[in-house]
């Protein structure tokens, strides 16, 4: 089985911690394909960050399937793009946030999410609601810090982060936390063994679950919103006219 | 890895046919543990079956743990006592409905679900809204069928399932079907063929669902609504006073 | 009249304690006829307990049924197994948690409840959630106190509910308080008395509403969710075929 | 007990109807006080006749209180000015809405509401979500006949209510029918017998219900929302400054 | 164009308060005809002030509709009597609360509301909720003084407002205050400037928006809830029979 | 003031439609800015296309805001890129979908959406949902038409619509219309007076209410999920580091 991840940001540091935290989650069997946006901004902090690096990210997804994968993970917190990943490919797309809720949702009754700036908050809310999780997200915080600050100083991250889920602890009621940014990744085990709390990485949940939907011979609808693009004049793929 | 499946209702053929699909779907490296509650009632329709059934259950997913269950499948669409099942296991549980509701979102933007008696509708409508779909979930069909009469007569029911998708693809614009009864198994891929619509098993989706969440590395959280019974006169797998 | 109260519970002093209350507040031409779930848990805080008592409890209400109660009252405030109990009675059944919770959007325009362990939190609020009160139930709150110790330390119980009221009209805005156990009955005048606050108990809640039912001359619909179960091998009432 | 129930219109005939229900369901010691608001529109279609009868309907429950009400039933099926009557009330105030409602919601898993005029669907749909019905009322439904006709047809009424009653059983799947207008409360029994399925009426529910909160004890709650109006210049009760 | 603003309540300082601000927004092209409702409550705080002011205000809207306006606006940010209004006027009717929410969904992710009294608070959140903003309404907040002390004493108001500001911009993440009494329209620049939140007012708002919907050229459409009032017996602006 | 009108597409036909439209709604003393995102899709038609879309969108309105624009119109009933747009336009950006549903709840209590193809249905009934319309909106239909052929066969169009206006009106009690598609701006007064109904179109709404909130004086609040892009390699209208 064939896996493609890709980064939709171009920051080579990220790309590099998601690709080795999904080869020590993935099965014995897997193929990864990590690949990142190039030219995308240096990370996705907001609805225009999303905005430039979709389209570049939506030729990584078809470039990727051209190369075989069964499936796609995007490997961004905001999902961005998701749905037009899902009428370019024909195989499954799995956002890390989508992973990540659906998981959190399986294993606790109430859960709260840590991301790192404020300004991402209503972003995660409004996903987090259109996933249905509803009440049972108690909350999404934020420890304040910029996505390449988080790459740059995992100590300093790492403590934030212990600090404002014992707060999802205290003052949520939170059962588990989902970490809100790819680049945090890589201190999911150290959290949860440091906190007590399950904490939950979207990385490691998308992939196992993008098998998971391998597995069971599924591919994406194309009978609604999720159908091919049609061919136009300046449409994706396609010159203008 | 160990995964257990429950059957909660006692019949042997629906038991026998659960057992063959995941056979079907799981990993190479995988055992299946297939049980059912002995005693239960031959099938659940209603929320009365469901109540008999679970304390039944409940025991099962307790000697599976014991034999080692990896993570918990319970195989009937309502879901019964699986909130108990996640405070009585250490391991993951996963219930069909939730699992082909949360792999119908990942792969459609709209569904329907059709199961075998109108009476259960209210239950799977109320299920469906839990588990976050909300209008995504167009509507919850039955063929007014019993649950036996589903096993003993495959291929009456094929024809009324293929009616009942023709109807939600023209009157719901479902893009995919979620089957509503672990009964109707076996019939998922003949009806994907034969609709042209992507049909989602319960089974199928809940056996990969499992190995995904054991593949992860996350177990229940037991901080809050999921934590151990507590031991006290009359509880589970205790004296009573 | 005949009002069949049970007690999902094996605790003898909560009976008790549920019968008298029951007393003070069932009209003068009703007969109470209370009974307790014999070898169920000696309290419910959690699913598995809630799944354990539900089939006793039943039984309990098939026998109450044909002594010829003319309502029944389920007086546990997690309203354990009630649709379950609304297929097997031919009578109304109403809820604690269900009637209080109407009771106080009748009287009130926002409360709050207060309950006895924090496990017991999302299990309510689901509840409440289910029963429509939406964000007219400002918070589910708890003392942090097992059921068994409400029972048997009135007065530190009475000075720990105090304080959360006033934290409830403080900081929620609650113009009034339900009660979020059973156990608490005993309570209800003296907290109102003490607070100035409007004090709703479930038990005083259920008799009333389910005279008032019966005296409507309306009883359970027996059309859709809440038909009798289907006889079957397994079911409830009916031996293992 | 004595109970007060005003028709916020000015048919006398309405009243009258009311008046011979409310006597034939209330309990063997409850006094009745029926009373209309004099100068009201002779029937309530629409948000303007509601705006006209409430302060009109205010008088008639303030002089009721004063002469010895222990609670308020409204009886027009739009609750006109329930909150505003729970400000001017010290007891409890019932609208025969809200009664039907959470009657429907304690003895079925769905059902419909049928009235008079399509212009009242909107403002029913939006009073039952207020009421916290949400999916579960199935669907509001109207015979297109004015309150008045009504009153004066009830032979031609009672053929159409049956039809719409099919309809819904058929249609919506509901398991049970409110009847949504105070002015087809004498049709309730023979409509329940003619098409077998629950119908409920809010007059019989409210009286009941009214009955039922003055024997728990309770009152409305003044601290918040249903304070009583402040004094002021052309404040309710009070000489313009 | 010729907008008509109508005052519910009888202050005359607050209604020249509200025509102040409302020549400063208006238009060059636009006519205000502004009008309170005599004889009406001199302030609206609660249900049974709004119930007692909305008769005269139809009043003036039906003599400010016949005196040739093209639309209304109701200057009372509980939009009292705003549907019935809707029937009885054939142009555009719009409230104040209603049009500076859908300003504020426009101009922000996240807003709150700060108003007068507490007991004011349920009732704006259920207005808000009834328009659309869901959870992007973060809070309805306080001062904790009545309407008619608010013009009384703006500055002490505006350090209220100020401080209360401050809160929701750091408790709530709010990042628009909208204000909840047409009394402190005056303040809106002042606190605009002084707290760097941008400070929406809903006479401003609504005068505007008024504008913008006679300069669209549509009109209330009077197929359903809001056709005129059917003629009748006591019905508005008719003889009793 | 100065409205810029963006076209998301390259259909000169479709911008030159829009400018009419807009020209003919807008106020004496506006001046329009009409502008199409060179490049871009010739229409509109699912989320790939709405993806490959919006930055090329972005740089008119960076371009349009420093031309002088006191507000951006993006006028393609899918909104895209709103968001984005709010964060990198320092003036209100208004979408047509938004501004008509917005209008549509001023003037109606129901109301549906009429577009071009059924792929479009999820992605405005989630976009209606988003914007609060819950309920109010009774339902998206389509006229099974691709967008570029709406524009070529008007007349075609205009049948289509007026038979599916009536369908809206009598199955779903539609109240009101949106047209749901730029394309067919100029078929709303025709469709409004062959109907009966009231018809809404989005490009008349938009700019009226982009006029309106730029008298009003507010600008979009910067505070959070808006504030400007942040600078970084990639980024918005920076050279990739």
């Keep these: ?12 540091g990220m790309t590099e911690q998601i690709g080795l935290v999904a080869a020590r989650y993935a099965s014995a ?13 240096s990370s996705i902090e907001g609805y225009t960050d999303e905005a ?14 051209a190369r075989g ?7 961004c917190f905001d999902d961005p793009g998701i749905a037009a990943a ?36 209503p972003i995660i809310e409004d996903l987090v609601e259109a996933y249905g999780a509803g009440r049972r997200c108690r909350r999404v915080r934020s ?19 212990a600090a404002e889920i014992a707060l999802a602890r205290r003052e949520d009621g939170a059962e588990a936390i989902v970490l809100g940014c790819a680049g945090m990744t890589d201190l999911c085990n150290r959290l949860s063994a440091e906190t007590g709390v399950l ?24 009978l609604g919103a999720y159908a091919a693009p ?8 396609q010159a203008v006219a």
Excluded: W
């Excluded at 659906?102 to 991301?115: G, N, W």
């Excluded at 061919?231 to 793929?237: D, H, I, L």
């Design 1 to 12: 089985m064939r896996i493609h991840i890709v980064n939709p940001n171009s920051s080579a």
């Design 29 to 41: 069997g897997t193929t990864l394909d990590v690949t990142s946006a190039t030219g995308a901004p």
């Design 52 to 65: 430039v690096s979709v389209p570049l990210m939506l030729e990584e997804i078809r470039a990727a399937e």
């Design 69 to 75: 994968a069964d499936a796609h993970v995007i490997a």
């Design 86 to 121: 899902r009428e370019v490919a024909e195989k499954p797309v799995i956002g890390i946030c989508e992973a990540s809720v659906r998981v959190a949702l399986l294993l606790s009754s109430r859960f709260s999410v840590v991301t790192t700036l404020p300004r991402s908050i």
């Design 143 to 161: 420890i304040d810090m910029p996505v390449l600050a988080v790459e740059e100083n995992p100590e300093q991250t790492a403590q934030l982060l």
């Design 199 to 222: 904490v939950i990485d979207g990385v490691t949940a998308a992939v196992r679950l993008a098998e998971a939907v391998v597995g069971m011979g599924y591919r994406t609808s194309k």
């Design 230 to 237: 049609l061919a136009k004049a300046g449409g994706f793929g």
